[in-house]
């Protein structure tokens, strides 16, 4: 959909990840791998780990607190908490409903979403609909993942992917200046048997799914599916924003594989000096991925109040959300 209509915008990010860094070297201690063939093939260097007693949403309550802290902004009069998350604390509640007790926010919905790594895309994009009808004022959007503990570390192809962390931001009402210029969504189901977690036995399309609530995934499938399918939802996400490439800042991707990304910017006409990413040092943090990929974009001073943004999160179900958003958060 065209969201010309829009009257909400972001106005503050905060992020947090672990100070537990898995580099390439612990894991060619776990793994028959090594640092060369990682980076080969993921661009991942490090990633960041949970502590034992440290949850999903121990992080996303970091990641709020550092929004208010660097901002300056309160959280009393949220009124609407979603979290992104496939690596909730608890079957229920929700990872919101613990941010809102910590917070102790006297009166606001919560519920977590699910939507893998288009997550927090798809979190930005409810928020934006809720606000620009007129049913709430000002929402948080959290995305964050502590995919560490759903991780096999005996599995060479998987367990070099995956890191923990978390990102905040606040979506409030703006008529005058609103954010959000264009949003997508697309789904193919027929394809989620290629990365999925499974604490039970199911078969999909005639296959047994068998896990112990790890996550198992098809790389190869995995990326041809998202390669081809991003850059077809950007060509069309463009269209309904009334650009073209030249228009748009920064791609911010979800952070799956730096490879991946590169051939995403090969595709769709980005380059890599105009992208923002979090993978090369946070590794795959599925919904976390593109806020901490903004908020290292303002940390190191590349993104910019005004300046246009394309996000496309994509993963499993197979589902993929996109956005080109005007950046209304202040310069630090």
Not at 151 to 175: H, K, P, Q, S
Not at 189 to 202: E, N
Request: glycine share 12%.
């Amino acid at each position: 959909m065209n969201t010309a209509s829009s009257k909400a915008r972001i106005t503050a990010i905060g992020t947090y990840v672990p100070e537990r860094r898995m580099t390439n070297e612990d894991l060619e201690k776990l793994v028959d791998t090594n640092d060369e063939w990682i980076v080969q093939r993921t661009g991942m260097r490090e990633r960041r780990i949970s502590g034992e007693q440290e949850f999903t949403s121990d992080l996303c309550i970091r990641a709020v607190e550092n929004l208010m802290q660097t901002y300056g902004k309160n959280v009393e009069d949220v009124d609407l908490i979603m979290v992104a998350t496939t690596t909730a604390d608890y079957p229920f509640p929700s990872v919101a409903c613990l941010i809102q007790e910590h917070f102790n926010i006297k009166s606001t919905g919560a519920f977590d979403l699910n939507a893998t790594c288009a997550g927090f895309a798809y979190g930005l994009h409810v928020a934006n609909g809720l606000i620009s009808s007129g049913l709430h004022r000002k929402v948080l959007v959290v995305g964050g993942e502590t995919l560490s503990k759903v991780t096999d570390y005996t599995d060479r192809a998987t367990c070099i992917l995956f890191g923990d962390g978390a990102g905040a931001v606040l979506v409030e009402a703006d008529e005058v200046n609103p954010g959000f210029l264009a949003s997508i969504q697309g789904t193919d189901g027929s394809g989620g048997m290629h990365v999925y977690r499974s604490g039970i036995s199911k078969s999909m399309h005639g296959l047994s799914l068998q896990g112990d609530g790890h996550m198992v995934q098809n790389g190869r499938e995995v990326y041809k599916w998202a390669t081809r399918t991003v850059a077809a939802g950007i060509k069309e996400l463009l269209s309904r924003a009334h650009m073209n490439i030249e228009d748009i800042d920064w791609f911010v991707p979800h952070s799956a594989n730096l490879r991946m990304i590169e051939s995403m910017c090969e595709k769709s006409g980005f380059s890599l000096e105009n992208t923002l990413y979090s993978v090369e040092y946070m590794g795959n943090t599925s919904a976390a991925s593109i806020p901490l990929a903004l908020g290292l974009g303002v940390q190191e001073g590349k993104l910019k109040h005004g300046e246009t943004l394309l996000l496309y999160g994509f993963g499993g179900g197979l589902t993929h959300a996109g956005l080109v958003i005007r950046w209304g958060v202040p310069d630090l």
